[in-house]
Nanobody
Framework: QAHLVESGGGLVQPGGSLRLSCTTARYTLNYWSMGWFRQAPGKEREGVSCISVTGDRTHYREAVKGRFTISRDAAKNTVYLQMDNLRPEDTAVYYC?????????????????????WGRGTQVTVSS
């Protein structure tokens, strides 16, 4: 069952930007480390970025470093993924997740049901 709601996806040209949002009206996210994942058709899910509860620690996969920025707004109970200089290879469904431990949040071996909360995803398509 998806507990989180992602938004902000869409179609954008290469070099463009999108800002994804992840929130829920059912729970507070302020106690959880948060992460963004993506999955392209025919490919494995991959972790994109994660952020600590207080926002002072972040991690990014190498392919998005310098282009994506993760942040969170406790007052809005929302986590964001600012994506700049998008490339066609960024095309995927993007998901957010909440979990207790930052260090294992992007572990590719974790099943979605092992996360505290998981979202339904938002499609990002980068194409000219």
């Amino acid at each position: 069952q998806a507990h989180l709601v992602e938004s902000g996806g869409g179609l954008v040209q290469p070099g463009g930007s999108l800002r994804l949002s992840c929130t829920t009206a059912r729970y507070t996210l302020n106690y959880w480390s948060m992460g963004w994942f993506r999955q392209a058709p025919g490919k494995e899910r991959e972790g994109v970025s994660c952020i600590s509860v207080t926002g002072d620690r972040t991690h990014y996969r190498e392919a998005v470093k310098g282009r994506f920025t993760i942040s969170r707004d406790a007052a809005k109970n929302t986590v964001y993924l600012q994506m700049d200089n998008l490339r066609p290879e960024d095309t995927a469904v993007y998901y957010c997740a909440a979990d207790l431990r930052l260090s294992t949040l992007l572990d590719p071996k974790k099943r979605t049901d092992e996360y505290e909360y998981w979202g339904r995803g938002t499609q990002v398509t980068v194409s000219s």
